[in-house]
């Protein structure tokens, strides 16, 4: 990989989001290349400001709900067939786009929880936020 494509993962990999061996790649480029060291090295004080990894600090990310298609609140629960979903408080899923901090993503994922077995529902991320932590 050329230094521009390493220099794109540097947000990812400040931020933990890099797998074992694209982190290892990046750390191997990253003790031969000055640019990226310095880069790294503002992108961490970037995130040390912004606040590492919460979603609400990601106030610029654009936000996208995620909701079950086949279930809503009120429907009986297709795991027991006694109980009725209700409503949990969403959960939060941030994904980084690329490099820049501020095109990340923040996924509101609806979830729903059984009132009677306590099976808990949560909707999928759409397929483009992939399977990644
Ligand atoms: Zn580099
Ligand atoms: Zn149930």
């Given at each position: 990989m ?6 794109e ?15 290892r ?11 990226c060291?310095?880069?790294?090295d ?35 629960c ?26 990340a ?6 979830k ?12 999928p991320?759409?397929e ?6």
């Amino acid at each position: 990989m050329a230094h521009d494509a390493y220099n794109e993962l540097t947000a990812a990999y400040a931020l933990d989001a890099l797998d074992m061996a694209e982190a290892r790649a990046y750390e191997e480029h990253l003790a031969g290349c000055n640019g990226c060291t310095a880069y790294l090295d503002q992108m961490r004080e970037t995130i040390q400001l912004t606040g590492r990894l919460s979603a609400e600090a990601y106030t610029g990310a654009e936000r996208v709900e995620c909701r079950h298609e086949e279930l809503a609140p009120g429907d009986r629960c297709p795991v027991c067939g006694i109980g009725w979903l209700y409503s949990l408080p969403p959960g939060n899923a941030v994904r980084i786009q690329g490099h820049a901090l501020l095109s990340a993503i923040r996924y509101e994922v609806e979830k729903l929880r059984c009132s009677a077995c306590g099976e808990r529902f949560s909707a999928p991320l759409p397929e483009e936020a992939g399977d990644k932590k």
